[in-house]
């Protein structure tokens, strides 16, 4: 199954298609593509959540993904922030939506416990089970798209 891993972000939004090979239970991975959608903090909010939804289309397009995983708001200490997240996570919900997929929601917790067998993993022994879990030459960056990997695996583990 091909999967589209989302972390949102208005100003830096992570993704990633990954495959889990149909031939093995678990643990093969086929990572096609993975980045960052990035938005100007300048520019107007309704036009930076168009960017996001016309990027992520046409990644849906081109990758032709099965499902669509993304991070759940979870916590968040400053509440400005967790309001453009949400916008940002509303429009990709709605790509998706859009283009015929299911979305699944996963917390930082399940992502974590996912990857690392930890729940209160740091960022960098996160960004390194990604490298190591999908065979990846060095630490997928920027942080955003090292996290969309991670959904990704997180969705992949879950449903096989």
């Known amino acids: 199954m091909k999967v589209l891993g989302i972390d949102c972000g208005l100003a830096t939004t992570g993704w990633a298609i990954v495959e889990q090979d149909k031939n093995v239970k678990s643990g093969k991975y086929k ?53 453009t997240v949400g916008q940002a996570r509303g429009v990709a919900i709605l790509s ?6 299911r979305v699944f929601d996963y917390t930082p917790l399940q992502v974590k416990i996912s990857v690392c067998g930890y729940g209160r993993a740091e960022k960098v022994q996160v960004q390194k089970m990604v490298k190591s879990l999908l065979s990846l030459k060095s630490i997928p960056e920027p942080d955003d798209a090292a996290d969309a990997l991670a959904v990704a695996v997180c969705h992949l583990s879950c449903v096989s």
């Open 96 to 101: 998706a939506v859009n283009s015929g997929l």
């Open 31 to 83: 990572v096609y593509s993975y980045g960052v959608i990035t938005t100007p903090a300048g520019e107007e909010m309704s036009f930076r959540l168009k960017n996001i939804y016309d990027e992520l289309s046409a990644l849906i397009k081109e990758f032709k993904p099965e499902e669509v995983a993304i991070e759940n708001l979870y916590f968040f200490k400053n509440q400005k922030t967790i309001i």
